[in-house]
């Protein structure tokens, strides 16, 4: 992909019509890690894969699963910096809503507000658009559970089951393979540990970490990341149970 | 613009020297499948009667209607706002907005501003989202949600008759009676209430008003 | 609104909630209020909840302007939201750090000359350490701690009644006694004050406990009670030293 001078900027479309600002953008999330939110019976499931930098980093310190509301989650991936600034704005956006119209901020609001800000950052001069696709999780009293995924054209759809990043084909094909929409959330989340690594097969070398959090009826449809010990213990069963199937196969 | 400002300016030497005010009986009242709202039509210039059927129903948004007792000039104003607040968070929701919401907008406007305004509002309505639902705002912005409300001057004289006479799930029919007769007692005895009766049927479907003469006030 | 003035919320009170309660009792914490809301003197509301949770482990009972105490409800509530959402592994805010900040936001709005109309009463009960307390906060941002309080009239009429019946360990069943004795007392003799009362209880292995309304029985069918007349052969009592 070559840009011949319409990639440094993105005020300006290819004669094909693309922006390769954008493009690079969407290049940054699909080189890292793998983020995907699942629509389950009674709940939401976010989760997210990531692979420990340094021996000397601190344990959970790289955080990737964010509170927007106390009711409203969210995971990024690319830029991590750039997902915490949209998250962020979302909280900003979040905390006005309610001053201004006494409500909580419906989930599709809130996704479409980040969304028309992710768009704002792919048209003008000077400014680059967001490295990070960002998954949004909520429950409110307008629509109920809500799933969206914004990526870094702006673009924003609600899905029953989304993923993004170097797994994300991976994901995809075993969220639509589990009928996660007849499933409980307790049900649903060993499984999604096990899509996570898989979606990261060529880095298992590697020392691997987990983040997950729900949003479902036990937890009073408040956004709760689960406790980091039940992850490392859900990562370690969900790797041998991996390795089992493999020695099956071989 | 309403009647009541129609003849204010009509009239420009009665609203130099008073500020007209919505004496004012303003109720309304949950039944089985509906929201009845009753207002009497009388708006008062200290002693004269600025207006014998003006109307304190104001509508918010298609499911939304707010009563308004106070300074006609003030409720009116806060109705606008409201009003323009809810058809920003319909166009962005795309659907009907919550009354939750047009009743905190409200609380919002009258509490942070209650040394200077006065204003005590019912905010009725229905949405898809909570059904049938009744707030209330008093001068100083205390907020509060029941199965009916009470306002206004003439409210006054006619809470124990409501504390004895309503029952939940009333019928539609029930209902209108029991309004009627509420507004035509406090009319009765409340110098500043008095002209006719606006009533105003909130059901999810529709919206209807009704209108009842003075000749048909029955206090008995 | 003469212009030039600056902009006051409350500067007398209109929606008036009557006094609260609170003491520690073996457990943890109990609040009382009422659950009437007088409008001037008209009791408007007769089942207004004039007590809230902030946390999982702290709630307030409020007495005073009731608009002021759903705007204080509305800042703890951001306060505690932005807390929870931070999740920056540093502690949530504990009932003491609630009952501090409530008395700045009351001494910073006083100063205003803009008050927060309220007697608030705080209480907590830690759930990792256990740690008790109890705290109250008056409209200009005065802090008082202790073993029982009262804000308004109780204050007045209720001190000695708590002051003769409190012990440390109490049962809850005999904190709720005191508790309904003081507001016996309260219906009695305070004009504002109603027979409906509810209770909160906060203990270490319940949190934030918020009990059902209900009504107090008075003793209302005393002889003397229907004797006080004004007939002129009223009997009179003789004593005989």
Not at chain 2, 59 to 83: K, L, M
Not at chain 2, 148 to 176: H, P, Q, V
Not at chain 3, 85 to 99: H, Q, S, V
């Amino acid at each position: 992909m070559s840009g011949t001078g319409f990639d440094y900027e993105c005020s300006s479309l290819s004669p094909e019509g693309r922006i390769f600002q954008v493009e690079y953008a969407e290049k940054a999330v699909e080189t890292s890690s793998t983020i995907l939110g699942v629509r389950c019976k009674n709940g939401i499931v976010l989760g997210t894969e990531k692979i420990v930098l340094s021996k000397m980093m601190v344990a959970g310190t790289d955080k990737r699963v964010f509170s927007i509301t106390t009711t409203t989650g969210s995971v990024v991936n690319g830029l991590t910096p750039d997902g915490k600034s949209l998250v962020y704005r979302g909280r900003e956006e979040a905390v006005q809503y309610e001053k201004m119209f006494g409500i909580k901020i419906p989930i599709q609001v809130l996704a479409e507000r980040l969304a028309m800000r992710t768009q704002m950052n792919t048209i003008y001069n000077g400014i680059r658009p967001y490295g990070t696709s960002i998954i949004l999780a909520g429950n409110d009293h307008i629509k109920g559970l809500g799933l969206y995924m914004i990526e870094p054209s702006g673009q924003c759809f609600e899905y029953y089951g989304c993923a993004s990043g170097r797994g994300k084909q991976l994901a995809r094909n075993e969220i639509e393979k589990v009928n996660f929409r007849e499933m409980s959330v307790d049900e649903a989340i060993p499984l999604i540990a096990k899509i996570l690594l898989k979606a990261q097969e060529e880095m298992k070398d590697k020392k691997q970490e987990l983040e997950i959090s729900i949003i479902s009826d036990t937890t009073g449809y408040k956004h709760k990341i689960l406790d980091r010990v039940f992850v490392d213990q859900l990562t370690l069963k969900a790797q041998e149970e991996i390795e089992n199937e493999q020695m099956e196969m071989a | 613009m309403s009647i009541a400002d129609l003849q204010n300016e009509i009239i420009p030497e009665v609203n130099t020297h008073s500020v007209q005010t919505d004496g004012t009986t303003i109720i309304a009242v949950k039944y089985d499948g509906g929201i009845l709202l009753g207002a009497d039509g009388r708006s008062a210039n200290n002693m004269y009667v600025g207006n014998k059927v003006s109307d304190k129903l104001e509508p918010i948004h298609q499911r939304i209607y707010c009563q308004r007792s106070g300074t006609s000039s003030h409720t009116s104003t806060i109705a606008r706002y409201v009003r323009y607040y809810m058809e920003i968070q319909a166009n962005e929701l795309g659907n009907l907005p919550p009354v939750e919401s047009a009743a905190q907008v409200m609380r919002e406007i009258i509490y942070s501003n209650k040394n200077s305004l006065s204003a005590s509002m019912i905010c009725s309505g229905w949405d898809p989202y909570k059904g049938y639902q009744i707030y209330q705002v008093n001068s100083s912005g205390y907020f509060e949600q029941g199965n009916w409300a009470l306002s206004g001057s003439g409210g006054t004289f006619i809470w124990g008759y409501i504390d004895a006479n309503y029952r939940e799930n009333m019928t539609r029919a029930e209902c209108k009676e029991f309004i009627k007769s509420c507004i035509a007692l406090a009319c009765y005895r409340d110098s500043s209430s008095g002209g006719c009766i606006r009533l105003l049927d909130i059901t999810q479907d529709r919206v209807e008003r009704d209108y009842v003469q003075y000749d048909d006030f029955k206090i008995k | 609104m003469i212009s030039g003035q600056p902009r006051t919320h409350t500067q007398v009170p209109v929606n008036i909630g009557t006094s609260v309660m609170g003491l520690r009792y073996k457990d943890g914490i109990m609040l009382a209020a009422d659950t009437a809301v007088a409008y001037g003197s008209m009791k408007k509301t007769k089942h207004a909840q004039r007590m809230a949770a902030i946390s999982s482990d702290t709630a307030i009972a409020c007495s005073g302007e009731m608009s002021d105490f759903q705007e204080l409800l509305k800042i703890f509530r951001e306060k505690h939201d932005g807390d929870v959402i931070e999740n920056d592994g540093a502690l949530f805010l504990k009932p003491t750090d609630y009952f501090n900040y409530l008395s700045r936001v009351q001494y910073q709005r006083r100063m205003k000359g803009d008050p927060l109309w309220n007697g608030s009463i705080i209480g907590g009960v830690r759930q990792d350490s256990g740690d008790v307390f109890l705290g109250m906060v008056d409209l200009y941002g005065t802090k008082v701690e202790g073993n029982f309080l009262l804000t308004g009239l109780a204050a007045h009429y209720c001190q000695v009644l708590m002051q003769n019946s409190w012990r440390a360990d109490l049962t809850e069943a005999e904190a709720r006694a005191i508790i309904e004795d003081c507001m016996k007392v309260m219906f009695y003799r305070d004009k504002k004050a109603s027979d409906e009362i509810q209770i909160t209880t906060i203990t270490k292995d319940q949190g934030v406990k918020i009990h059902d309304p209900y009504r107090i029985q008075g003793e209302w069918n005393f002889q003397f009670f229907h004797d006080k007349t004004n007939e002129f052969w009223r009997p009179i009592r003789i004593y005989n030293n």
